[in-house]
């Protein structure tokens, strides 16, 4: 009985120091230790603060977690390991603030006092948490990183009284202005959002109730930059996502179109029939072109979203001609979901690098493609993505292929 009464000692501790969130729902915890924060940067301070702007458009090209470990640790991490002091300033070294941060591998909470990261969901949540942003939703869909600033009044409440809540917004204030700098140093851009639903923000990422998100700090290589070879402004390119006629996968038209937008890419949907036309999560797009009467000439990237619907286009000779013709001339390919299968039909994924849902893995690898599975992939011209929590990442593979010259 002893025994179990300290192994629920030990469990009770354990779920303390999980930065006050929920347990994971994708099994056991996955801990990444990150290397070592870099104390010796080229830029110095006085440029960063010059060079400091709000970034809102970010190319698809991922942050390294050397770069995630040095904004984590420029936010929150232990500078004076003697006495437990961090980065940013706190009234009475109270730290109530905790960082979590959004990637294309899912959602991790910082841990400062061994400078990890501590994976809280295997889920690639910054679609969601864009639609929780009341403005600049592209950039925190688009960016490579999404770090949330969360902070606990209440661990100011009892030394602080009324105070609390303004210490908390000033130690996130001194967090992000530290995030920010640091992107700076490291040649990546950056904006914050203020404007969300932390209600919405604390559910997407299973935040407990005493945890309030304050801040979301959108961080990447941004677009133009310089940050990707040989790119270029995609504004005037332009794309046709076709969907089916009904059931379409929402988040796959609409975040990949939000990345699309903010890389100033004009696009129209096309479909088998004309007007709205409901997704299978209710959402509602209007289709302004027949797909029999869609001219691959006057697009520079022709999309196929999926869904339960997307089945019709599976063996649609207008489909697969698109596909083929947009290969033949030399422009963007892309599809997602169920949809690369309509490109393995038309024969154009022979010999090429493409992922899919798991479903449709053995219908690619008979028509001749490399299926990888991974998230999202691009070999010349032909992107392919893996489905809805890809989708994000899958509109940036498309912007940047965009930005690069065709010829």
């Not at 133009?224 to 046709?240: F, M, P, S, V």
């Not at 939000?258 to 004309?274: G, H």
Request: glycine fraction near 10%; proline fraction near 3%; hydrophobic fraction near 45%.
């Amino acid at each position: 009985m002893k025994r179990l009464t300290i192994l629920g000692i030990i469990l009770a501790c354990s779920v303390a120091l999980c930065m006050g969130q929920r347990r994971s729902r994708t099994g056991q915890q996955k801990i990444i230790q990150l290397t070592e924060p870099n104390l010796a940067g080229t830029v110095s301070f006085e440029q960063a603060v010059a060079k400091r702007r709000s970034v809102r458009q970010f190319s698809s090209e991922l942050l390294k977690r050397t770069q995630i470990g040095q904004l984590a640790w420029a936010g929150q991490g232990i500078t004076d390991p003697q006495r437990n002091l961090r980065a940013a300033p706190s009234a009475g070294e109270v730290y109530p603030i905790e960082l979590l941060f959004a990637t294309h591998e899912g959602l991790f909470a910082y841990r400062p006092a061994d400078h990890s990261l501590l994976e809280t969901s295997d889920q690639d949540i910054r679609v969601r948490l864009a639609a929780a942003a009341a403005s600049t939703r592209d950039s925190v869909a688009g960016a490579g990183c999404d770090i949330i600033v969360a902070g606990s009044s209440r661990k100011f409440a009892k030394r602080f009284g009324a105070k609390a809540r303004t210490y908390t917004y000033l130690e996130a204030g001194h967090v992000a202005q530290n995030i920010q700098l640091q992107a700076v140093c490291l040649g990546l851009g950056s904006v914050t959002v203020g404007d969300l639903d932390s209600a919405a923000v604390r559910k997407i990422c299973r935040l407990s109730r005493e945890l309030e998100p304050l801040y979301i700090i959108c961080v990447g290589h941004p677009i133009g930059g310089g940050a990707t070879e040989g790119q270029t402004d995609a504004g005037g390119k332009r794309a046709a996502f076709i969907i089916a006629s009904a059931n379409f996968r929402d988040e796959e038209l609409f975040a990949t179109k939000l990345v699309l937008d903010s890389a100033q890419v004009q696009t129209v949907v096309a479909s088998t029939r004309t007007g709205i036309i409901r997704g299978e999560r209710g959402g509602i797009a209007d289709a302004r072109v027949l797909v029999s009467q869609l001219r691959v000439d006057d697009y520079d990237a022709i999309i196929f979203v999926s869904g339960a619907g997307a089945v019709e286009y599976a063996a649609n000779p207008d489909a697969l001609n698109i596909a083929r013709e947009t290969v033949r001339k030399g422009k963007v390919l892309a599809a997602i979901g169920l949809a690369p299968t309509i490109l393995a039909n038309a024969g154009v994924l022979t010999g090429v690098r493409a992922t899919s849902y798991l479903s449709e893995r053995q219908r690619l690898m008979q028509a001749g493609a490399l299926y990888t599975g991974l998230p999202v992939e691009r070999e010349r011209l032909i992107i392919t993505a893996s489905g809805p929590t890809a989708s994000a990442q899958f509109g940036r593979a498309i912007a940047d292929a965009l930005t690069v010259s065709i010829r």
